[in-house]
């Protein structure tokens, strides 16, 4: 086993997540953290260039989460197209020394066998990249998030920060910040944004009621 000293650099902390970055983490040492933690783990983690960070996610950070992942699982219902719902896997790529797991992730338009895959790990190096990943954040970034996605080669990107939403697509190498979902182009983002506060007194069920009569009147 691989043991180079590890440097615990930075921690962050608020009411939705708490955040720990570890420097000089070898991608030798990052496998065998993985296994040693296991599945079960309540982090989510994001690996770069021999640094990993590792998120705990609270309930202010659980809550837009799963009513993004809802909002999607609808919007494919309503436009007949295919979703499949990954949850938050381990994508990783050995050769560029990255690893990510979403806050959700999707493919889209195509049937994927997801059976026992969720929170497990794609190998991207030999697996297309999902067509769509989440992010929610609530404190200071120390990983380039939208470098490892774009070098992972995820076409679209949402990030839902601090009440707002932001959709990227890629364009080349980089991400676009665009007005429009690359998946679902009629879908007013703005939208959505509004939805996911009125679900704080709504509550979920009520909102996702709504959501599904609005999308309804977009097609």
């Not at 909002?71 to 938050?88: N, R, T, Y």
């Amino acid at each position: 086993m691989d043991r180079q000293p590890v440097d615990i650099s930075t921690q962050y902390r608020n009411s939705a997540e708490s955040r720990v970055i570890l420097k000089g983490v070898s991608w030798q040492t990052f496998e065998t953290l993985m296994r040693e933690m296991g599945e079960s783990r309540d982090s989510r983690i994001a690996y770069q260039q021999e640094m990993l960070e590792l998120m705990v996610p609270y309930e202010e950070h659980e809550e837009p989460r799963g009513l993004l992942e809802k909002f999607i699982e609808v919007l494919g219902d309503e436009s007949q197209l295919e979703v499949s719902a990954l949850g938050s896997p381990l994508l990783k790529h050995r050769e560029l020394n990255l690893a990510i797991e979403p806050d959700a992730c999707f493919y889209l338009g195509r049937r994927v066998s997801i059976k026992n895959r969720a929170n497990k790990a794609i190998d991207l190096a030999t697996v297309s990249p999902p067509d769509l990943a989440i992010e929610i954040n609530y404190t200071r970034r120390a990983l380039g998030k939208f470098e490892i996605y774009s070098a992972l080669r995820v076409p679209e990107f949402w990030r839902y920060e601090k009440q707002s939403l932001q959709v990227y697509q890629l364009v080349g190498s980089e991400y676009d910040l665009c007005n429009q979902s690359l998946a679902f182009p009629f879908l007013p983002i703005a939208e959505i944004l509004e939805l996911i506060e009125q679900s704080k007194t709504l509550g979920q069920k009520e909102t996702l009621r709504l959501f599904r009569m609005r999308v309804r009147t977009f097609l």
